[in-house]
């Protein structure tokens, strides 16, 4: 069955969602095609993709929502017909560490594959991912090993291995002392740190209040 990948990040083959996919094509033999969202025109390449048998999205989730570029490229996408029996998939890194900050994203993603009549695989989420680009190898080998066994049963089951899923969503809820720390850091504005540096970086700070959806 012929699989494409699909990278959502607007930051293409720059981002945390580049080094998640290449560790998921590493467990397998016969390794997928990649198409980067950014890259592509969105109608184009909604017509390539209707030709595989499955979707595979990898994308980061900011604040709550997906990046625009895979928005826009969703909505370009037209159901296969029922008989065709095709299948899509989500793997979704963010910088919030607790699952339950992607649970609407997870909900969307089961719903938008139901009505483009694709067989749901599940949605892959792994929390506290923000700097997997800048860690070492020590702290990521847990993880690269997780993605590397999910591509390996995938490509020999056609499933996202429950196991592998359920463990990476962990931790579901900040709770004990990493909670007590949090509501610290928020409390004494040590947590905007982290947020302000780029901001400053890339001389927006001043637009750190805008709202551009609205």
């Known amino acids: 069955m012929s699989t494409i990948i699909l990278n959502g990040s607007p930051k293409g ?9 290449q560790q998921f094509i590493k467990g397998m033999k016969t390794p997928c095609e990649v198409k980067y969202i950014c890259k592509e025109e969105p109608r ?43 299948s899509m998939g989500f793997i979704l890194q963010g910088g919030f560490p607790e699952a339950t900050q992607y649970k609407y994203a997870e909900k969307y993603f089961g719903s938008l594959s139901e009505e483009l009549n694709r067989n749901y695989l599940g949605t892959v989420i792994k929390g506290n991912s923000a700097t997997v680009y800048m860690m070492s190898n020590f702290m990521t080998r847990k993880l690269f090993r997780s993605l590397r066994r999910l591509g390996e049963i995938y490509e020999k089951t056609h ?36 947020w302000d540096k780029p901001l400053k970086q890339n001389g927006v700070f001043d637009k750190n209040l805008d709202r551009p959806f609205i």
Do not use: W
Request: hydrophobic share 40%.
């Open 13 to 21: 083959k720059s981002g945390n969602s580049e080094i998640f996919i």
């Open 44 to 86: 184009t390449l909604a017509e390539y993709v209707r030709g595989f048998d499955t979707i595979i999205f990898v994308l980061p989730m900011y604040i709550h929502s997906m990046p625009g570029v895979t928005m826009r490229f969703i909505e370009c996408l037209e159901p296969s017909e029922p008989s065709e029996n095709k």
């Open 159 to 194: 499933t996202f291995d429950k196991g592998i899923t359920e463990a990476l969503k962990e931790p579901r809820e900040l709770t004990g002392f990493t909670l007590k720390m949090m509501k610290f850091a928020t409390k004494t504005g040590l947590i905007n740190v982290m």
